[in-house]
């Protein structure tokens, strides 16, 4: 099982960036997948995730309105767009298989990728 996350960087504050999770190795197209994020000394948090086929979305407080989140599945793809960036949303953003269940706690993840460094500048 590989998860891998690309379209990380360094932004200013108000920009824009797309985070992109090429997964292979588990039937994509039926497993839930997620968005997760960790800032230094923080916890890991769940920011969304999106159900097999599209029918839950969900998405934390502190990214609704901001962030989106879609799928292909026949490229075994997940995005997430994140628009109006803050600072606070610095961190290392994970992509993960979540089994059936659309869901934003760590504790269900099956399988997790490697992240993508976000930096965004005040």
């Known amino acids: 099982v590989q998860l891998q996350a690309s379209g990380g960087g360094l932004v200013q504050a108000g920009g824009s960036l797309r985070l992109s999770c090429q997964a292979s190795g588990f039937p994509f197209g039926d497993d839930a997948v997620g968005w997760f994020r960790q800032a230094p000394g923080q916890e890991r948090e769940g920011i969304s995730c999106i159900s097999s086929s599209d029918t839950n979305i969900f998405y934390a407080d502190a990214v609704e309105g901001r962030f989106s989140i879609s799928r292909e599945n026949a490229k075994n793809m997940v995005y997430l767009d994140m628009n109006n960036l803050k600072p606070e949303d610095t961190a290392v953003y994970y992509c993960?298989?979540?089994?059936?269940?659309?869901?934003?706690?760590?504790?269900?993840?099956?399988?997790w990728g490697k992240g993508t460094q976000v930096t965004v500048s005040s």
């Open positions: 993960a298989s979540l089994g059936f269940y659309c869901s934003l706690h760590p504790g269900i993840v099956e399988y």
